[in-house]
């Protein structure tokens, strides 16, 4: 679908008359530059600059503007600060404009609204600000975190109830240090698979181990 508005907004930029329509047509606008948007951002820039950069007649999709809005102070706030830095380094050599400490207050089918005031007029806004978990939390009635995630024990278990497992995306689990453990597929699985130990055990009348998040980079 993504794909498909993209190319699409190419097109549409082509048979337009309107100079102000074919500007926000060409204008690509990723809010949120954590994986998804720096992907998102590099994917689009390679696009226009790569592969339809020879397709049209009345413009060049070269110029093709793809702004990549974060509201911290830099992309990827959860990696070290040198990557960073590096990773936008790469996106402007693409040709992406990065602007942090700009964060998106409206956006509609004119474009974004930024907080500073700033308005920028696009046709094709791509939302990569984050995730809500599933509503597992409320119909458990027990406690969420920010992202509606539902906050489990040691044992992924809700607690005071070790016959409910709450794993994967939707749950806000600690490790040992204290630190939360991401929300990433190889995570996911070690949960699975913790689970599925823990009812065992239960089963068997065992003790449960506490789940242990190993992170192999
Ligand atoms: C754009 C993007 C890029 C990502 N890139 C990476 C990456 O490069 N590496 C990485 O490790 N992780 C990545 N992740 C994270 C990774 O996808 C998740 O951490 C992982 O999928 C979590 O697995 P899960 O089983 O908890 O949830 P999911 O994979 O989301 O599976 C949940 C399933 O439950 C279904 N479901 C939801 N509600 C209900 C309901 N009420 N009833 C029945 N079924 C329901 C959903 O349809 C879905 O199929 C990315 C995530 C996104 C959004």
Redesign the pocket.
């Known amino acids: 679908e993504i794909r498909a508005r993209i190319l699409s907004a190419f097109e549409r930029a082509e048979v337009t008359e309107d100079d102000q329509r074919r500007e926000a047509l060409l204008t690509f606008v990723v809010v949120g530059g954590g994986?998804?948007g720096v992907e998102m951002a590099g994917a689009i820039a390679e696009l226009a600059r790569k592969v339809v950069v020879r397709d049209f007649r009345h413009f060049n999709a070269a110029s093709a503007r793809v702004v990549l809005v974060e509201a911290g102070n830099r992309i990827l706030p959860t990696m070290p600060a040198c990557l960073s830095a590096k990773a936008q380094r790469q996106l402007e050599g693409l040709g992406v404009e990065v602007l942090a400490t700009a964060a998106v207050t409206h956006c509609d089918g004119e474009g974004v609204m930024l907080a500073d005031g700033r308005h920028i007029g696009s046709a094709c806004v791509l939302w990569a600000a984050g995730?809500m978990a599933?509503k597992a939390a409320k119909w458990l009635g027990a406690a969420a975190d920010r992202a509606g995630r539902t906050v489990v024990d040691e044992r992924l278990n809700v607690p005071g109830h070790d016959n409910i497992f709450v794993i994967?995306?939707?749950a806000a689990v600690k490790n040992e240090d204290g630190r939360p453990v991401p929300?990433?597929?190889?995570?996911?699985k070690q949960m699975g698979e913790h689970a599925a130990h823990a009812i065992r055990a239960l089963i068997a009348d065992n003790p449960v181990e506490p789940f242990r998040y190993r992170h192999f980079g």
Do not use: E, N, R
């Open positions: 994986p998804t995730v599933s994967g995306d939707t929300g990433i597929a190889p995570a996911a």
